[in-house]
């Protein structure tokens, strides 16, 4: 079992940055493939950013390509998502995801995915 932990949520106004980390505990997420994903009230949980497990691939989706960064830190056991140039429907809850049978990619779909952190609030403001 994998216990993944968000923090690095808050407030900030459009345009400006926030960092989001996601570590764990116990098991090592060197051999995991990582990802981020986002739900809005009201909306369906969509994909933000993916990692392979040895972070040779990376993939975004169309709406934060540009302005967000996906990386990991496997000594640290941590992944990363720096999150630049913030506007107001980027307000989600944040979600990272581990996943073993599809870490060879940087998957995108929410069913690759084995285990989920419980999530942090992102909110920017106008």
């Known amino acids: 079992q994998v216990q993944l932990v968000e923090s690095g949520a808050g407030l900030v106004q459009a345009g400006g940055s926030l960092r989001l980390s996601c570590a764990t505990s116990g098991r090592t997420l060197s051999t995991y493939g990582m990802g981020w994903f986002r739900q809005a009230p009201g909306k369906e949980r969509e994909f933000v950013a993916g990692?392979?497990?040895?972070?040779?691939?990376?993939n975004y989706s169309d709406s934060v390509k540009g302005r967000f960064t996906i990386s990991r830190d496997n000594a640290k056991n941590t992944v990363y998502l720096q999150m630049n140039s913030l506007k107001p429907e980027d307000t989600a809850g944040y979600y990272c995801a581990a996943t073993y049978k599809s870490r060879w990619k940087a998957a995108t779909r929410p069913s690759e995915y084995d285990y989920w952190g419980q999530g942090t609030q992102v909110t920017v403001s106008s």
């Open positions: 990692i392979s497990w040895t972070g040779s691939s990376t």
